[in-house]
């Protein structure tokens, strides 16, 4: 069965990356569960700024100068 772009991880193929990521690579796990829990894009999520996280708040915003809809923050 060929692959399809855009296809959607169900919750046991999520456990099995994120289990070998674990072993293996602790950055890379950390970066795609960053994606996965906030859905910021990959490469505005490499490029963000440490003065976009609240970590009292609980918040990540993205200005709109650096994000791909230039007019909203998440």
């Keep these: 069965m060929p692959i ?3 296809q ?4 046991g193929d999520f456990k099995v990356i994120m ?6 690579d602790k ?3 950390l970066f795609v ?10 490469k505005i999520l490499r490029f963000l700024q440490l003065q976009y996280i609240a970590l ?3 918040t990540i915003t993205v ?3 650096v994000s ?3 007019n909203q923050s998440l």
């Excluded at 289990?19 to 293996?24: A, R």
Aim: charged share 30%; net charge neutral; with cysteine.
């Design 19 to 24: 289990d070998s990521l674990d072993k293996h």
């Design 8 to 11: 959607v991880f169900t919750e």
């Design 56 to 58: 009292e708040e609980n």
């Design 27 to 29: 950055y890379c796990q």
């Design 68 to 70: 791909k809809i230039k």
């Design 63 to 65: 200005p709109g100068t």
């Design 4 to 6: 399809q772009p855009h």
């Design 33 to 42: 569960r960053m994606i996965y829990y906030t859905c910021i894009r990959p």
